[in-house]
């Protein structure tokens, strides 16, 4: 089993999107020439996850096929896939692998992914940034508890603050990153912290907008990998896909995706080429390879 964290919880989706049963009665492990692959478009990372998915395709030695899940235009208040159910029920019905899923890599604050679901090596690594419209302002020491704070009501950052320090400063919530990052840019609020992946949608220049960033560092798990699910039923595959990966990592090629993409150097990196994603607490990890 492997450790996976959503970052927040969004409304349902729609029952019409997908079958409502989990597992299928009788249900047959789906084949075909083409390597599929489920990807959500309201993902800000997408066309980078998409990159990816064309190499490890290409290593395999498969043609890429790939199911949006959600158009870009439905992005507002994006939030990584509605519940587990969707993904693991998408995985048995439309797709070999669902591309761009964040999980922890710290084992304290983990999340027992359901065990139908296989993690490849993650990509990247990203997370949360502390950002700033004061340049002598780097990170929450910086403030006092007078100073405002725009947050994600639900996300892992307003979690951890109310828990460890919650009189520090005084917290604006808002309903996603989408939001808050349209509030540091409409000049709103002058400190928050945001998951990088939404901010740098909305604000690819931050200097030119008056604002700095920097990694969260005084508040756990701030940082993420991301990497693809796949079905318990395919540690093969998985393999394959974790070869391909480490091959684009030690390569260099992953950087490339990721400068290709344009993304923030400080904020998006490549996952080490052996990285794992921690165990859970739940047991020990099985023996799926």
């Known amino acids: 089993m492997v450790a996976v964290f959503f970052l927040a919880v969004s409304a349902p989706v729609s029952a019409k999107d997908y079958p409502d049963q989990y597992p299928f009665p009788n249900s047959r492990l789906q084949t075909s020439p083409e390597l599929r692959f489920c990807i959500d478009k309201r993902d800000p990372t997408w066309r980078a996850q998409q990159a990816i998915a064309d190499e490890i395709a290409l290593s395999v030695g498969r043609p890429a096929n790939f199911v949006v899940t959600r158009e870009e235009e439905e992005r507002s208040g994006y939030q990584m896939v509605a519940t587990r159910k969707e993904f693991l029920v998408r995985l048995a019905t439309q797709c070999d692998a669902f591309m761009g899923l964040p999980g922890s890599t710290t084992a304290a604050f983990d999340y027992p992914a359901d065990e139908e679901m296989l993690a490849s090596q993650p990509f990247f690594r990203t997370g949360f940034q502390f950002v700033s419209s004061e340049s002598s302002v780097e990170g929450l020491t910086d403030l006092s508890a007078d100073d405002v704070l725009a947050l994600q009501g639900r996300g892992v950052p307003y979690m951890l603050l109310m828990t460890t320090r919650p009189d520090s400063v005084t917290v604006k919530r808002y309903q996603s990153s989408d939001a808050i990052a349209s509030a540091l840019k409409q000049g709103e609020v002058d ?40 079905r318990s039923d395919r540690p093969t595959l998985r393999q394959k896909f974790d070869q391909a990966i480490s091959r684009m990592i030690e390569t260099g090629r992953m950087e490339e995706i990721i400068t290709e993409a344009g993304f923030s150097a400080d904020a998006f990196q490549p996952a080490a080429a052996d990285a794992i994603l921690p165990d859970d607490d739940f047991g020990d990890d099985d023996d799926d390879d």
């Open 191 to 230: 400190h928050a912290i945001v998951y990088a992946p939404p901010l740098y949608a909305e604000i690819p220049d931050l200097e030119s907008e008056g604002l700095s960033a920097h990694p969260v560092t005084s508040l756990p798990n701030m940082e993420w990998y991301v990497f693809a699910g796949l």
